[in-house]
């Protein structure tokens, strides 16, 4: 991932299916599902965890791959807080989101609604079945085509995506060739934490299509050896996911209170904290308010309580 050969195989797992995701016809069409080992290699440089038996061309993703959550109640609440959250705190309204790797489309039309925004969004098992509700979205079912369709993105958002690609340094390295760093484009990503799955034992996100496993350290390095800027960390959804928020390094962040619009230059700055894992961290010197000045980033339960971020909209 990092380039580094200092690997060390840490654990082995005997064959399993490729895609632990699809829908098969019959029981027959399962049974004879290509399978793929798993070896999972710790890279001493950047501690990243991957499988070093991964072949790209075992998995291909398609309308029949199916890995929405969005069936949960649990899940779906989740979404939506998440959802607000992005929008409120780095007031993208009217705005451009891109997801890529969409899914079936329920999280880019939620970011779409809370915000009156447009959605762009890109993953080939989109199926066309999701109600857009309404809103101005579209969904292209390929894969992320290059950094080029984003331009004049206010937001990107990429979730459980980067786990699954075989080369995580090139998608982040186009990523970052589509966004103008003047611009302040806030990238949000979100994984499963390698350091939950460690300390949980949280053996279910051990399948095939999972080619990298990654901790905060080995995100946050990803991330910047690719031109970014972190603005915040966390872990959500019962400690089990990661996520990083980082823009183009370029430009200064202005105090607080500067009124000016997050993602075009606006206060995007402090750490977040969640009441479900380690906690956030404050990152990159960014401008953080006194603890009495702190409003909650969404509702007590939602997993993002606790937020020391200026809020746009909310005296940020």
């Given at each position: 991932m990092c380039g580094s050969d200092d690997l060390e195989v840490v654990a082995a797992v005997p064959p399993v299916p490729v895609l632990a995701n699809a829908f098969l016809e019959d029981a027959d069409a399962a049974r004879s599902v290509p399978r793929g080992e798993l070896s999972l290699a710790l890279c001493h440089r950047c501690t990243a965890l991957m499988n070093v038996a991964f072949d790209a061309r075992l998995v291909r993703y398609g309308g029949a791959y199916e890995n929405s959550l969005h069936f949960s109640a649990t899940f779906d609440r989740y979404a939506e807080d998440l959802a607000h959250r992005l929008v409120e705190r780095h007031d993208v309204r009217g705005g451009l989101v891109v997801e890529v790797g969409s899914g079936k489309g329920e999280f880019l039309v939620k970011l779409c609604e809370a915000g009156g925004n447009r959605g762009l969004g890109f993953d080939p098992s989109h199926d066309g079945a999701v109600d857009t509700r309404g809103q101005a979205v579209t969904f292209v079912p390929e894969l992320f085509p290059g950094g080029a369709v984003l331009a004049g993105a206010?937001?990107?958002?990429?979730?459980?995506?980067?786990?699954?690609?075989?080369?995580?340094s090139e998608l982040v390295a186009e990523l970052a060739s589509g966004l103008d760093p003047a611009r302040r484009t806030v990238v949000y990503v979100e994984v499963p934490d390698a350091g939950y799955m460690l300390r949980e034992g949280a053996v279910w996100d051990l399948v095939y299509e999972h080619r990298s496993y990654f901790a905060a350290p080995a995100l946050r390095r990803l991330f910047r050896r690719a031109g970014f800027e972190p603005a915040g960390e966390g872990t959500a959804f019962g400690g089990q996911y990661l996520f990083l928020e980082v823009v183009r390094v370029g430009g200064r962040w202005p105090s607080p209170g500067g009124g000016r619009r997050a993602g075009r230059g606006g206060p995007v700055g402090g750490d977040l904290r969640s009441p479900v894992g380690p906690g956030p961290r404050a990152l990159g010197g960014l401008p953080r308010r006194a603890a009495r000045d702190r409003p909650p980033c969404g509702p007590v339960g939602s997993g993002f309580e606790g937020c020391d971020l200026p809020q746009p909209g909310r005296g940020g």
């Open positions: 206010d937001l990107v958002c990429s979730r459980h995506v980067l786990e699954h690609v075989e080369q995580p």
